[in-house]
């Protein structure tokens, strides 16, 4: 059983481009969960959906950041128009249709760098 | 809103040392604990967490915390660490359906 799978898992953009990061969660989960780890801080919780839909974007930044879990495929979140202050870890976890986040798993993250 | 305090950013050890990683947490409704462990360049893995039952909860590892409701904390502790037990540590609070994290607690064993 394969856990939380991100892609890529390193990540280089020049300033201005777009940042797609992929996230397959645990077979059976239909909850995820993306959160930001910037340099020496804890991860910021940015959104939780389930398939087709966003339950909570509380964390996340009004501007060019989106995040989807369509019916077929991974969760993607999206960055548009990088900026170096976006550099940072992003983490993904999964959870089973209970939706808690007791029972969600991490993925190995995907290290942005805008250059 | 909840929150969590690591108050030791770093702690340096000897190896087979004791050590204590402190976490404080606010909260004032039921909460789930947890203790992540982060190895250099890679995710988060569960050490162990606090949901209800026990107020001390063990990992497979030897780590253990103790929820004290009193104190509001769940402090993590090794009584003899290893030079493998050299990563971040990060201190969690369930929000409804998030985690709230600490800013973590770098541990470093020495030989």
């Known amino acids: 059983n394969a856990g939380v799978m991100q892609n890529p898992r390193h990540l280089v953009r020049r300033r201005g481009q777009e940042a797609r990061l992929r996230c397959s969660p645990m077979?059976?989960?239909?909850?995820v969960y993306w959160y930001r780890q910037l340099p020496e801080e804890g991860l910021k919780f940015m959104v939780y959906?389930?398939?087709?839909?966003?339950?909570?974007e509380s964390g996340m930044p009004k501007e060019r950041f989106s995040a989807e879990f369509p019916k077929e495929g991974p969760s993607i979140l999206r960055i548009q128009q990088v900026v170096r202050g976006d550099s940072a870890a992003y983490f993904c976890?999964?959870?089973?249709?209970?939706?808690?986040?007791?029972?969600?798993?991490f993925g190995q993250g995907t290290r942005l760098t805008v250059v | 809103a909840q929150s969590v305090t690591q108050l030791d950013s770093q702690v340096p050890v000897f190896e087979e040392a004791p050590v204590e990683l402190r976490c404080n947490y606010s909260?004032?409704?039921?909460?789930?604990l947890f203790w992540y462990v982060q190895y250099p360049n890679q995710g988060l893995q569960l050490l162990l967490k606090?949901?209800?039952?026990?107020?001390l909860v063990e990992s497979i590892n030897g780590f253990e915390a103790e929820f004290n409701k009193s104190q509001t904390s769940f402090h993590l502790r090794k009584p003899s660490v290893h030079i493998s037990d050299t990563a971040e540590y990060f201190c969690?609070?369930?929000?409804?359906?998030?985690?709230?994290f600490g800013t973590g607690t770098r541990l470093q064993v020495f030989p």
């Open positions: 976890a999964s959870s089973p249709p209970t939706g808690r986040s007791t029972e969600a798993f």
């Open positions: 077979k059976g989960h239909s909850h």
């Open positions: 959906l389930q398939k087709e839909n966003i339950i909570d």
């Open positions: 909260s004032s409704v039921s909460v789930y």
């Open positions: 606090y949901l209800s039952g026990s107020t």
């Open positions: 969690a609070v369930s929000d409804t359906d998030k985690l709230i």
